[in-house]
């Protein structure tokens, strides 16, 4: 059974990803509109975070209270773009550890072709979250859950995106349909070329200035 995707609709989000839409932003901007929005996001995708009370002592009296409890998180970018996702979400949980996978697109037959894994040592005793800005085909995100579970990574596997189209999100449902998908927008579908309508472009060159 398929988990369902959440799409992102909180205000802040729709309007920083109007900003990052526009061929206008510039680099800086983009990357600082990229790092804002995955930690928006991440508010939202650690939600079902465990937590357990303990006893504290504030400036007046003994207290009770929750602190996060239970599994470790590591976040792992699809190289080159989910990079620009990283800072965001260590914002709000600095004590995760980072994976690396790298993936490109093959500019004629549009599928990924990984060139480089690199994971923490303990990832199996972590809970993750793939992040990548772009979910358009479907074809990195599904490679690069295959890689975590090929390293026996196979509970509490999410994927994060900012944009997402209905092609790349049922692909990745088919193929992994355990795996919690977060979103910031769902657009309407893929052009000839494989990118995204009405998307923002290619995020990496964009995030990079490289184009």
Same mark, same amino acid.
């Given at each position: 059974?398929?988990t369902k995707?959440?799409? &992102?609709d909180?205000?802040?989000?729709? =309007?920083?990803?109007t900003l990052?839409r526009? +061929?206008?932003?510039?680099?800086k901007e983009? $990357?600082e ?8 996001m991440?508010?939202?995708?650690t939600?079902?975070?465990p ?7 504030t ?10 409890s239970?599994r ?11 990079l620009?996702m990283?800072d ?9 550890k980072i994976g690396?996978?790298? &993936?490109?697109r093959?500019p004629?037959t =549009?599928?990924?072709?990984e060139?480089?894994c +690199?994971?923490?040592?303990d990832i199996q005793? $972590?809970d993750?979250i793939v992040l990548?800005?772009?979910l358009?085909?479907?074809g990195?995100?599904i ?6 579970k090929?390293?026996n ?8 995106c ?5 092609e790349g999100l049922k692909a990745?449902s088919?193929a ?7 979103c ?8 000839e070329?494989?990118?995204i309508?009405?998307?923002?472009g ?9 184009k």
């Amino acid at each position: 059974m398929s988990t369902k995707p959440f799409i &992102m609709d909180h205000p802040l989000i729709k =309007h920083k990803i109007t900003l990052l839409r526009d +061929k206008n932003t510039g680099s800086k901007e983009f $990357r600082e509109l990229i790092n804002e929005i995955a930690m928006l996001m991440c508010y939202e995708a650690t939600r079902d975070m465990p937590t357990k009370e303990v006893e504290i002592e504030t400036p007046i009296c003994i207290a009770k209270a929750s602190v996060i409890s239970g599994r470790k998180v590591a976040f792992v970018p699809i190289l080159r773009a989910g990079l620009g996702m990283v800072d965001g979400m260590l914002e709000l949980v600095p004590a995760a550890k980072i994976g690396h996978i790298g &993936m490109y697109r093959d500019p004629a037959t =549009h599928e990924p072709v990984e060139y480089y894994c +690199k994971l923490p040592a303990d990832i199996q005793e $972590r809970d993750i979250i793939v992040l990548d800005p772009m979910l358009a085909t479907g074809g990195s995100a599904i490679d690069a859950i295959n890689q975590l579970k090929k390293h026996n990574c196979s509970t509490n596997i999410k994927f994060m995106c900012i944009i997402a189209a209905p092609e790349g999100l049922k692909a990745l449902s088919d193929a992994h349909p355990e795996v919690q998908i977060y979103c910031g927008a769902l657009d309407d579908h893929l052009n000839e070329n494989k990118y995204i309508v009405p998307g923002l472009g290619d995020a990496g060159d964009r995030i990079f200035g490289t184009k």
